[in-house]
């Protein structure tokens, strides 16, 4: 058995961070119900690139799931959501504060109806500050938590960090609620200060200095010849995090400049020097070539690769980082557990409303009473 097999998973959210908090349970075997605006659904389904129609981002986050159309500002698409929380164990929504409670789907309105639900809330501020209101997208948490500021020039980033964090710590509160539930429990998420809370380094280094870090102030932050990028002949870069004496040791002498093992430590002068002389020597190869030379010396420096060499690595293809559903090839969790964490096969992103007669028979709902509903637009 998977480890959430049998627990039932109610998701109204949209967009990242609740698809991806739920994509984690669905991975451990969890049933997945997706609530979707009758429509239009969530609108990951249309996040470009698309191929065939489909969002290979849709595809990922939301494979192993459910989905059933479902208006909740209709009477009848209430009384449907009603009844299909009183089945399930786990609600998670990720609107606005206040907005749960105008649909009459509040944790203490939740809980009269399923007493032992564990109920998660996503926002951006969490539930109660000034700035709870406010709209925003992970460019927005990024900037507000401190992210951004890091370079002399703020980049649009590449990852949806605000996002992904916000969305582990809901599966973590949730899964910490399943494991000692003996009543309802309320999980508070604030998608900034999920990013803030994994500010460790950069957060202490202010801490302790009373300076925000920058570039090239510290250790981790490039003031160092040992934790570095090097440019290589052919534009592209190796990163270099030879810290241990014995990385460093390694790498100076596969190098061929054994005599800068003394000088890891040094003044800024020397350090900087240090750095200018292995700045010369990689830029007189290839970094495929250096990478090659390295990556099996213990010298802690690897070849800085694109997304797309990444996913077609050995490596990620011998750790199953990309999995098919029979629709999609999708990115896969790197989790693996003995026993599997979930045992039944991998299915495809669900079609808006696809499951919705299933599911609507499941409870006790007649196919008369679902065609009406639909043809009401109660339901989709």
């Not at 309105?109 to 700035?131: A, E």
């Not at 710590?169 to 494991?179: E, Q, S, V």
């Not at 010396?297 to 293809?317: F, G, N, Q």
Request: proline share 6%; with cysteine.
């Amino acid at each position: 058995m998977g480890f959430l097999d049998g627990v039932r998973v109610v998701d109204a959210t949209r967009l990242l961070p609740g698809g991806f908090c739920t994509m984690i349970l669905s991975d451990m075997g969890a049933e997945v119900i997706k609530v979707e605006q009758p429509g239009l659904g969530d609108y990951m389904r249309a996040t470009p690139p698309t191929k065939d129609g489909r969002s290979p981002v849709h595809a990922t986050v939301n494979r192993n799931k459910k989905s059933i159309g479902i208006d909740l500002k209709s009477a009848e698409g209430k009384a449907v959501m009603r009844r299909l929380l009183r089945t399930a164990d786990v609600f998670v929504e990720g609107f606005r504060p206040g907005a749960m409670t105008r649909l009459g789907l509040s944790f203490p309105q939740v809980k009269r109806v399923s007493p032992k639900i564990v109920y998660c809330s996503i926002s951006t501020y969490g539930q109660d500050i000034r700035l709870s209101s406010m709209p925003g997208h992970d460019i927005n948490f990024q900037a507000m938590a401190g992210t951004l500021a890091y370079s002399t020039r703020a980049e649009v980033p590449l990852l949806q960090l605000g996002d992904l964090a916000s969305g582990m710590y809901a599966a973590l509160g949730i899964l910490g609620a399943l494991a000692g539930r003996r009543r309802p429990v309320f999980v508070d998420v604030p998608i900034v200060g999920s990013l803030i809370s994994w500010m460790v380094l950069p957060a202490s280094v202010y801490l302790a200095t009373g300076r925000a870090p920058t570039e090239g102030n510290s250790l981790i932050f490039g003031s160092t010849p040992y934790y570095n990028l090097y440019r290589t002949s052919d534009g592209r870069y190796m990163a270099v995090a030879a810290i241990e004496p014995a990385f460093w040791r390694n790498l100076v002498a596969s190098l061929g400049v054994p005599e800068l093992e003394q000088m890891r430590f040094g003044t800024e002068e020397e350090r900087g020097r240090v750095a200018s002389e292995l700045g010369r020597i990689f830029a007189t190869r290839t970094r495929d070539e250096w990478a090659k030379l390295l990556m099996d010396r213990d010298t802690c420096a690897t070849p800085v690769l694109t997304v797309e060499e990444a996913l077609a690595s050995d490596w990620a293809k011998s750790l199953g980082m990309l999995a098919g559903t029979g629709r999609d090839d999708v990115l896969n969790g790197p989790v693996r557990t003995v026993p599997a964490m979930r045992t039944k096969p991998f299915t495809a992103a669900p079609d808006l409303g696809g499951d919705t007669d299933s599911i609507m028979k499941s409870l006790g709902y007649s196919r008369a009473v679902t065609q009406r509903l639909k043809s009401k637009g109660a339901v989709q």
